[in-house]
Each structure stands twice: as structure tokens, then as C-alpha cells.
């Protein structure tokens, strides 16, 4: 009924067109989870600005017949070295938000990780896509109601469990905090504030009522919808409040390891959210086969290093002990030429966060596929003028064709967007 921007989608270069993009179809209001960061947006920032702030040396007169972008990772061949990273609440985005990006993954041979925080069920997430799937664990409401997600996980045909361990509390949120979302939906005929809320939903008019197409979509796809892939002991699913209190409450520490691993089985089980290589070590001493070096998107600390200086710093380390661990990464992440600066520190592959939330919201199925176009086109573009054929020829040639830039400052840098 309300016409997708086509035309802008299919004319946009960057995935900050997308962005952009998406910035129009989604209010303030909800876009505000998917933009904002922690604290002062310091990590966030830094994120991005680790792979601008990155030089590469081309060797010249090089020209390859192929080139081969497969992987294998987490015990999958992708046809693309970058995968959907988690990401929670994405149907606020756009209707079934979750299974169109499964979908969109299959179509470009690649792997959808789904948030527990999520609002589609798995087992529809599955079957929109043959290729891998694989599922994020909190352990919201507690061992039991884990177990359980991890077992429907495996019925439903996930292959590698991603545990988050950076969410030991929720990070400070301060703009989305300030927008007060969750006074825009609570009931005004419970609870304190009742005027005050009122009022505010009031004033949220302005920025809602233009984005009709929102609008309606979020209100056919059944608006605010609860978390259906965490089931409590009576069959319930976890409702949209309380997020921050269920995560400090089930926090993820190393004795958990054991207990989900013997629930998991045999399948990959991979630690997200590590930030120093002697994590990782750790990691792999109680049985996992893989890590995502990831502070959460800039999510949870605020000051945390950029995801890429803790790849930078903790590959010599692992490689140096030996290490098994196949490892990705996420954060950051923006075009074809990052994901190439990515897996040039030895990485497999690289997870796209909010490159993912963009496309959703930008519309839907064709926005992520222009999306995943824009960085697969770029990827290919960069390897050809980096003179690589191959995903193992960036990792052994990353420390050649990397170089510390002489310029001072940032000014050559675009300003941050996303
Ligand atoms: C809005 C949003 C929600 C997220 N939700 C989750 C989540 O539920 N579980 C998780 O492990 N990581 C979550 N993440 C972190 C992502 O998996 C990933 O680490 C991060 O987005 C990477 O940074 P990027 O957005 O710059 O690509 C979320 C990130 C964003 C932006």
C-alpha cells in the first residue's frame, strides 16, 4: 500500500545512502536503538574510524581471471567472507525483519545470526534461508529458559551457537534513554506518569505521522511485539520491557561455558564480545571452536578499544599460541574495502551490524540486498586493486599491504555518518 523508495535505494553508492535512507522511513524514535551507542558514542566512532584510518599499498601490474571470495567458517562455506551479526528488536524496522534478512543472507550464499532479542520466530528464520543459520544466546530468564531456546535452536536446523559475553549489564544508553521509547507504548491507563506520558506521545506526532509507511507496516506486522524465541516455564514469551534488568540478571560468566556447551552438542559454539586475545585462549580451552572480537557495535563500554585494534593486537597473540579458534569480527564494518582490512589481520570472515539494520529499514528485502550488493561489489573492486584472487591471499599479504599513513589528524576522513 505505501510505496517502497525504490528508486532511492537502487541509486544509492554507500551504505550510508542506505542509511540515509533509512533515517527517512524510520522515526527518531525507534531509529534511535539502531544509531546510538554508549556513553558519549566514543567506540562507536572509533569503530569506524580504525579501518578509515587505515592505509593500504598496492602492488601494480597485477590482473587476476578470477576472483574467489568463499570462506569457511564456524564449520560453514559462505559464499561472501561477511555474515548478518545479531542484532536484537530488528522487527521494529520492518515486518518479519528477521527472516528477510535470514532470506537475503541465502540469496548471497552467506550466514544469518539471530539475536535472542528477537521478535520473529527461529523456526520461520530457518526456513526463509538455505544456507547457514546460526543463534545468539543471552541467557535471559535463566538456565532453563536457555536450555530450552538451545534445543529449539538445534530442532529448528541452527549450526553454530554465538554466546555474547560483553552484555554483563546493559551499556548506558544516554540518547536513547533521554527519547524515553518505551513511555511512547506503555498503557496510559496503568503505571505512574499517566499525563506526562500522554503528553509525550503527543509531541512524538511530528515525526511519526509523516513516516506513514512505517506506520502502517509496524501496524499491520502487530506493532510492539514480545521476544518469541524466549520462552519462560509456561509457555510464555518474554515481553518488550525490561530488557536491561532480564540481562544484568543473567549475565554470562565463564562457568556458564560447560553447561551450554554439553547442551549444545557437537556444533560449533562461538564467544562473542571478546576483547583481548587471552579471552580468546580461554575461550577455546572450554571447548569453543571460534571467536568474534566485538564490543557490541559500541553498544556496552563506552571507551572501548575499536573492535579492529583489538584484532590488531590479538591475532600475533593467538597465532603465536598456536590457536585453532576460527576467528571473525564485527564493528565498524561499512563497505567491501573494510571487510578486505578485516580478514587482512588473518580473520575468515566479518559481521555486519547496523549495515544490516539499515537495509531492513531502508526497505525491507531490497534495501538489505542493495546493501549486501554495495559491500560485495566493493569487496570485489578492492581485491582487484589490492592485486588478491582470494580470501587466504589477504590474510597471508595483510601485513604487506597495510601501512601506517603519515597524515596527521582526520581531515582527509568523511565525518562520521553511521
Ligand atoms: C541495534 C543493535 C542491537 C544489537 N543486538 C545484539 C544482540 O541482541 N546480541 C548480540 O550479541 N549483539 C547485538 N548487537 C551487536 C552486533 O551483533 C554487532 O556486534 C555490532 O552491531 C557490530 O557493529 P556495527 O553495528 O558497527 O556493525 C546489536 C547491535 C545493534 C546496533
Given at each position: 500500500m505505501f510505496r517502497i523508495r525504490e528508486n532511492e535505494i537502487a541509486d544509492a553508492l554507500t551504505t550510508a545512502d542506505i542509511w540515509r535512507i533509512m533515517l527517512r522511513e524510520i522515526p527518531p524514535i525507534a531509529a534511535e536503538y539502531f544509531v546510538g551507542g554508549a556513553d558519549e558514542l566514543t567506540t562507536l566512532k572509533a569503530n569506524v574510524l580504525a579501518f578509515q584510518q587505515t592505509m593500504l599499498a598496492p602492488p601494480g601490474a597485477i590482473k587476476h581471471k578470477e576472483l574467489d571470495t568463499t570462506t569457511n567458517v564456524f564449520g560453514q562455506d559462505l559464499s561472501l567472507p561477511f555474515f548478518v551479526a545479531p542484532v536484537g528488536s530488528l522487527r521494529t524496522l520492518w515486518p518479519k525483519a528477521d527472516a528477510v534478512a535470514s532470506q537475503v543472507a541465502g540469496e548471497f550464499g552467506t550466514a544469518m545470526a539471530l539475536s535472542?532479542?528477537?521478535?520473529?520466530p527461529m523456526e520461520s528464520v530457518a526456513e526463509a534461508s538455505n544456507g547457514p543459520k546460526w543463534f545468539q544466546l543471552y541467557l535471559c530468564g535463566g538456565v532453563e529458559t536457555a536450555k530450552r531456546g538451545i534445543k529449539r535452536a538445534r530442532d529448528a536446523g541452527f549450526s553454530a551457537l554465538l554466546l555474547t559475553i560483553d552484555t554483563a549489564v546493559s551499556g548506558n544508553r544516554i540518547v536513547h534513554e533521554r527519547m524515553k521509547p518505551m513511555d511512547a507504548v506503555s498503557?496510559?491507563?496503568?503505571?505512574?506518569r499517566k499525563l506526562k506520558r500522554a503528553l509525550h506521545r503527543v509531541k512524538l506526532g511530528p515525526q511519526v505521522l509523516p513516516r506513514t509507511g512505517w506506520l502502517w507496516r509496524h501496524w499491520r506486522d502487530?506493532?510492539?511485539?514480545?521476544?518469541?524465541?524466549i520462552i519462560n516455564e509456561h509457555g510464555e514469551p518474554m515481553p518488550y520491557a525490561g530488557i536491561g534488568q532480564q540481562l544484568a540478571a543473567s549475565a554470562v560468566t565463564w562457568s556458564d561455558l560447560p553447561w551450554i556447551k554439553e547442551a549444545w552438542g557437537d556444533q560449533p559454539l562461538i564467544v562473542k564480545g571478546v576483547h583481548c586475545a587471552e579471552d580468546a585462549l580461554r575461550a577455546e580451552e572450554l571447548g569453543a571452536t571460534g571467536v568474534i572480537f566485538s564490543n557490541h557495535g559500541g553498544r556496552?563500554?563506552?571507551?572501548?578499544?575499536p573492535s579492529l585494534q583489538i584484532v590488531a593486537e590479538a591475532m600475533p597473540k593467538l597465532r603465536a599460541a598456536n590457536s585453532k579458534l576460527d576467528c571473525a569480527m564485527d564493528g565498524g564494518i561499512r563497505s567491501g574495502l573494510d571487510v578486505l582490512i578485516g580478514l587482512s589481520?588473518?580473520?575468515k570472515a566479518v559481521g555486519l551490524g547496523r549495515v544490516t539494520a539499515g537495509g531492513l529499514g531502508a526497505g525491507g528485502h531490497l534495501g538489505l540486498r542493495r546493501a549486501f550488493e554495495l559491500i560485495k561489489e566493493d569487496l570485489l573492486r578492492s581485491m582487484e586493486l589490492l592485486g588478491v584472487q582470494n580470501i587466504s591471499e589477504i590474510q597471508e599479504q595483510g601485513e604487506k599491504l597495510r601501512r601506517q599513513s603519515m597524515?596527521?589528524?582526520?581531515?582527509?576522513i568523511p565525518p562520521f555518518s553511521f
Open positions: 535472542t532479542l528477537s521478535q520473529t498503557s496510559l491507563f496503568s503505571g505512574p502487530g506493532g510492539l511485539l514480545p521476544f518469541c524465541n556496552q563500554l563506552g571507551r572501548a578499544i589481520y588473518g580473520l597524515v596527521l589528524g582526520t581531515e582527509h
